[in-house]
């Protein structure tokens, strides 16, 4: 079946400008999480979303930072104003919601987005 | 709290063991073990709950000790696959599935 998809795969911008990276989680996951990953860094966490309950946007580093979720489907991360610091890969997972019998259940990351900040 | 992985890097010749740690300063309920080639996404390798359980995958197992907050990665007889960063995920609640990262150990398995 289809993964995680993101889009783009490379996205290079000038400083100063606004971008929206997109990720389709895997079909029937309603959680979806967003993270950083600086080069050769691990995996910081940016925001939670699950079901239609408000997502956890604990880990966005500033206000620049948002992302929404269309109809419990696709998710739209957007950083305005970009600086250079914002350069690393983005990547979005998903994963099934708690059910009965698992207490956890593993996540599906997509392939990320690059982002370069000139 | 981010949990902390040692060693950072480890390099090994191919049939060779080794070990991967990660201790967190919080309780933990579960730990999550997640496996990132060069260049690729992160995959998952399993999960582990409080109960001290062990669990096996291939050649590679984990431990999860609750009292000491901390899990173990084992890789035994490492083949040249086994390269890349892994990935430790803690949790320290089971209200969901947010999970937090450590720093990640680069394996490199050399023939």
């Known amino acids: 079946g289809a993964g995680v998809s993101q889009s783009p795969s490379n996205k290079v911008t000038e400083k100063g400008k606004d971008v929206e990276l997109r990720c389709d989680p895997i079909?029937?996951?309603?959680?979806l999480y967003w993270y950083r990953q600086s080069l050769g860094q691990g995996l910081e966490f940016l925001i939670y979303?699950?079901?239609?309950?408000?997502?956890?946007k604990s880990g966005l580093p500033s206000d620049r930072f948002s992302a929404e979720r269309t109809g419990g489907s696709v998710s739209t991360l957007t950083i305005q104003r970009t600086q250079q610091e914002d350069s690393a890969v983005y990547l979005c997972?998903?994963?099934?919601?708690?059910?009965?019998?698992?207490?956890?259940?593993?996540?599906?990351f997509g392939p990320g987005t690059r982002l370069t900040v000139l | 709290q981010q949990p902390v992985q040692s060693p950072q890097a480890v390099i090994l010749r191919e049939g060779e063991d080794a070990v991967i740690n990660c201790s967190s300063s919080?309780?933990?309920?579960?730990v999550h073990w997640y496996r990132q080639k060069h260049g690729e996404a992160p995959v998952f390798l399993m999960i582990?709950?409080?109960?001290?359980e062990q669990k096996g995958h291939d050649k590679i197992s984990a431990s999860f000790n609750e009292k000491k907050q901390q899990s173990s990665l084992y890789l035994t007889a490492s083949q040249l696959s086994y390269s890349g960063t892994y990935f430790c995920?803690?949790?320290?609640?089971?209200?969901?599935?947010?999970?937090?990262f450590g720093g990640g150990t680069r394996l490199m398995v050399k023939p």
């Open positions: 997972a998903s994963s099934l919601s708690r059910t009965s019998g698992r207490a956890y259940n593993e996540q599906f």
């Open positions: 979303f699950q079901g239609n309950s408000a997502p956890d």
């Open positions: 582990l709950l409080k109960g001290g």
């Open positions: 995920g803690t949790a320290d609640n089971n209200a969901g599935n947010m999970l937090t």
């Open positions: 079909s029937g996951h309603t959680a």
């Open positions: 919080k309780a933990l309920y579960s």
